[in-house]
């Protein structure tokens, strides 16, 4: 039995060890925020930000950005309908309704044609995911926010590190949002982070964020209702070293898709997710498509990679099937996707040859009609 093939993990050197072992020592009593801080401005500095907040995950970054852009009940929000229900789930948080569209079918990020044909007068925002690490459109979806006076939140939850024109991603909208989730390019177990350039929005965060605390000077004084999302000190110091690390680690990630591509690019009914031009995908989990001229069913794939000791995973599954949400929109493509999509293995341990053994077994259980 070949060794376990991982589908997610990072790469942790001296680095992460030497900067987690600081925060242990040195960051409590009064230098028990001096990671975090650290942190904040890493991304700043990186994105080209004015300001973040770290928080305790990505889906409370996302509930937190929603939240200081004002959303509430009776506003509709314009979501992609291909992704993990994090990214609805913090719409409905604020009492707004997500609204599902359909995704582009070589990047799986949300199709700017049907964000178009989906507003209406209730429509607030745009919520699209950098799907995989792979850039959205932010050109023309930009430009249909600024036609229609429409908010943009980025989920850029496995982006981080992810160009569009030269531009880092979660750097276009209102607000960006990422995480730091084990199995995310860049770790910390559990974590997040809020980015904005807004002034007001920045403001409104740090108020929700941090239990509705102001500088009033009165001690545990709170005015708004908030919440505890911020990121502990500990938690920052393994996160910042790998955000110090997030062009090795993208680098990582890409010399992998590479070899996934070498092996899968001329292989007749199998469609590798991809960047597109002037753009840059993290590649954080490469994915394919099995097209219609093959008759194996994706998750016979998915149970012989597990047989060979291989953890690969299914496509998202719509979120507008849930019953907790609304379908609007049929989405053919998020549809098909849902039904034929892969991501496979990318974790940061793997090697030339581990690619090639996942690529060999993939060959040999796909049948053609």
């Known amino acids: 039995m070949h060794k376990k093939i991982s589908f997610a993990g990072p790469s942790i050197t001296q680095k992460e060890i030497d900067s987690v072992m600081d925060g242990v020592k040195n960051g409590f009593y009064e230098t028990f925020d001096q990671h975090v801080k650290k942190l904040e401005k890493a991304i700043c500095d990186y994105l080209g930000r004015k300001y973040a ?154 108020l929700y964020s941090s239990m509705g605390r102001t500088d009033s000077g009165a001690t545990f004084w709170s005015d708004y209702v908030g919440y505890q999302y911020t990121m502990a000190n500990l938690t920052a110091s393994l996160a910042l070293a790998q955000v110090l690390r997030i062009e090795e680690l993208v680098a990582i990630k890409r010399q992998i898709f590479s070899w996934y591509d070498e092996r899968l690019s001329k292989i007749a009914g199998i469609k590798i997710v991809r960047e597109k031009p002037d753009t840059r995908a993290n590649y954080c989990y490469p994915s394919i498509l099995l097209e219609d001229n093959i008759s194996t069913e994706r998750d016979f794939v998915l149970s012989t990679f597990k047989e060979n000791n291989i953890h690969a995973r299914p496509a998202f599954p719509r979120m507008s099937r849930f019953p907790t949400l609304e379908m609007r929109y049929d989405n053919p493509v998020a549809t098909e996707v849902e039904k034929r999509g892969i991501s496979l293995p990318s974790a940061a341990n793997l090697n030339e040859e581990d690619i090639d053994y996942v690529c060999t077994t993939l060959k040999n259980v796909i049948k053609y009609k």
């Not at 991603?169 to 084990?182: E, I, K, P």
Request: a negative charge; hydrophobic letters at 40%; proline letters at 3%.
């Open 53 to 206: 907040i770290a928080t305790h995950t990505g889906t409370l970054a996302l509930h937190t950005a929603n939240k200081s852009l004002g959303l509430k009940a009776g506003d509709e929000v314009i979501c992609t309908d291909f992704s993990w229900v994090a990214t609805a789930y913090s719409i409905l948080y604020t009492g707004a309704t997500p609204v599902f569209v359909d995704i582009d079918p070589d990047t799986w990020c949300i199709d700017p044609k049907k964000i178009r044909e989906a507003i209406n007068e209730k429509t607030k925002a745009i919520m699209l995911v950098h799907s995989f690490g792979v850039p959205a459109e932010m050109d023309e979806i930009m430009q249909i926010a600024k036609e229609n006076n429409l908010m943009v939140v980025e989920d850029a939850c496995p982006a981080l590190g992810a160009l569009y024109k030269g531009k880092k991603v979660g750097s276009f909208g209102d607000a960006g949002c990422f995480s730091f989730h084990g199995a995310k390019i860049a770790v910390s177990g559990e974590g997040g982070m809020f980015t904005t350039d807004r002034e007001d929005v920045f403001e409104w965060a740090k």
